[in-house]
């Protein structure tokens, strides 16, 4: 096989054109292959950054209305909900409550509209969304409801263009009533699952519940399981749950970022097989493209063959010469086709500013199956150099 692949070289130096010509199918579409694969794994990469890892192990729960029943017959997110699930599942490490409203945030001339959140204590840190000033809501603010609130970028850059925002007081008006409150964080970085350092605007839910809307009912609960895995098995018993209280499990609408994840991963890799299928088109007209090219080569090297098989060659070293040509073509424009994928991945990951995924498992079967593709197209015209008559080769010369 060293003496063919030796000899092989010989014969690609001797045709540039035709090898060049050859290799350029190849490489095509290996490249084509490689480059959706790397692009489509660093999406998906990105995609769980900007949501954070940290999340994965995150519930939320909204009430949601029954589809045959009254209004009045919805679950109603309150301290009784929150004691029964701790006692009906296990699996969970704690749930938030969360409120709504509608709020227009002043300071000065300047004001800024935004749907504000209510939370409770260490909701915040533990969903992974980052302070790059201040502090969080701690006990006191949460129980005693503090006038206190944690601006995202935005609202903070829409209120203080200057900067100097921590330790301002601002206004709040909700249906026309005003609260001040005092700035003790501003947040940075990326999203964490369904909060946002950017737009977020957050108060303690002691405060709303004393002097902006008192009720004890929430408009929506974070529960957080005690690892990724549970996930699934308490989003399906929270959806029995509303089943068997209410007769329909829509009566509370749950969702889970793991969930969405792995919907996404679906997604993308059914895109991704899709379009490597329509990729790898490219690569078997390369391939035909070298059965082609290698037919021809038969047919030029007929005396070539003759000789050989009349000194002694078996037709099975003749196949293997020509098989070796057809496969190290095939490689060799693997190999050329995955750097040039990679590469140009690399570019445009670079301008997505995304972080690039090395594609092991794509480059690992994009350069078998390029193989795969040098001997099965090859095989034929092997075959019809194996079969030659060594006296009619020799007499067609």
């Known amino acids: 096989m060293f003496e063919d692949l030796v000899f092989a070289v010989k014969m690609f130096k001797r045709s540039k054109t035709r090898t060049v010509l050859s290799l350029l199918g190849v490489i095509i579409g290996v490249a084509s292959v490689i480059i959706i694969g790397t ?3 660093s999406a998906a990469n990105n995609i769980k950054k900007t949501f954070g890892s940290a999340n994965l192990n995150m519930i939320q729960v909204n009430s949601g ?3 045959r029943a009254s209004r009045e017959n919805r679950i109603e997110l309150n301290e009784a909900w929150r004691k ?11 749930i938030w409550f969360k409120n709504n409203l509608s709020a227009t945030l002043m300071y000065g001339d300047l004001s800024y509209s935004v749907n504000a959140n209510a939370v409770e204590y260490s909701f915040l840190e533990t969903c992974g969304l980052k302070l790059g000033e201040g502090r969080y809501f701690n006990v006191s603010d949460s129980v005693e409801g ?33 609260f ?42 974070i529960i957080e399981a005690e690892s990724p895995s549970k996930v699934t098995q308490i989003t399906e018993e929270l959806r029995s749950y509303a089943e068997q209280k209410t007769g329909d499990s829509f009566a509370l609408n749950v969702s889970s970022m793991q969930a969405m994840l792995e919907q996404f991963d679906e997604v993308t890799g059914t895109i991704s097989l899709l379009l490597s299928g329509i990729a790898a088109i490219s ?34 070293v003749i196949r293997a010469q020509f098989l070796t040509e057809a496969a190290a073509i095939t490689i060799v424009g693997g190999a050329l086709g995955i750097l040039t994928g990679l590469g140009i991945s690399a570019i445009v990951v670079f301008f997505l500013k995304w972080s690039f995924v090395m594609p092991w498992l794509t480059c690992a079967a994009a350069f ?26 020799l007499a067609a010369e």
């Open 39 to 41: 692009i489509g794994d």
């Open 65 to 67: 209305y029954m589809r």
């Open 84 to 94: 029964e699930i701790f006692g009906l599942y296990k699996g969970i490490r704690k």
């Open 146 to 178: 503090t006038q206190t609130v944690i601006l995202g970028k935005e609202p903070a850059n829409a209120l203080f263009p200057n900067g100097g925002a921590l330790e301002n007081s601002i206004t709040l008006q909700n249906d026309g009533v005003n």
């Open 180 to 221: 001040g409150f005092k700035v003790i964080g501003i947040l940075t970085g990326q999203a964490a699952g369904w909060e946002s350092p950017d737009t977020g605007v957050y108060i303690p839910r002691g405060f709303y519940t004393k002097k902006i809307a008192p009720v004890l009912t929430a408009s929506q609960a």
């Open 283 to 316: 690569l078997l007209v390369g391939g035909i493209g070298i059965m082609n090219i290698m037919i021809v080569t038969v047919t030029e090297r007929k005396k070539e063959i003759g000789i050989r098989k009349a000194i002694g060659a078996s037709p099975a």
């Open 368 to 393: 078998g199956f390029s193989a795969f593709v040098g001997v099965f197209f090859g095989f034929y015209p092997a075959s019809r150099a194996a079969k030659l008559d060594p006296v009619l080769a």
